[in-house]
Nanobody
Framework: QVQLVESGGGLVQAGESLRLSCAAS????????MGWYRQAPGKQREWVAT???????NYEESVKGRFTISRDNAKNTAYLQMNSLKPEDTAVYYC????????????WGQGTQVTVSS
């Protein structure tokens, strides 16, 4: 059983920055994969960034060079540093944690709202 809580969302102007946090609690395996997804109004949830248990990162093309995903294993926390925000980044951002234990186990947080005004 794993619980994820996102924080750090808010309202900013285009060009500004936000840092999202995802705190994991419960029974957590060593070095799970973690990621960030987002869902804008009227759209499906989409992948934004992932970081593997070994620290390898991947990004959706539109956020490359602007967003940075990181993790603090001692704190069981993942982060998403979001720079040069654009109005099209507006969405609810969700944290994801996954690991393999016979089959894939997948956990989601409740989301945090990011709104970027022009």
């Amino acid at each position: 059983q794993v619980q994820l809580v996102e924080s750090g969302g808010g309202l900013v102007q285009a060009g500004e920055s936000l840092r999202l946090s995802c705190a994991a609690s419960g029974t957590i395996v060593s070095r799970p994969g973690m990621g960030w997804y987002r869902q804008a109004p009227g759209k499906q949830r989409e992948w934004v960034a992932t970081i593997s248990g070994g620290g390898v990162t991947n990004y959706e093309e539109s956020v490359k060079g602007r967003f940075t995903i990181s993790r603090d294993n001692a704190k069981n926390t993942a982060y998403l540093q979001m720079n040069s925000l654009k109005p099209e980044d507006t969405a609810v951002y969700y944290c994801n944690l996954q690991y393999y234990s016979g089959r894939w186990n997948n956990y989601w947080g409740q989301g945090t709202q990011v709104t970027v005004s022009s």
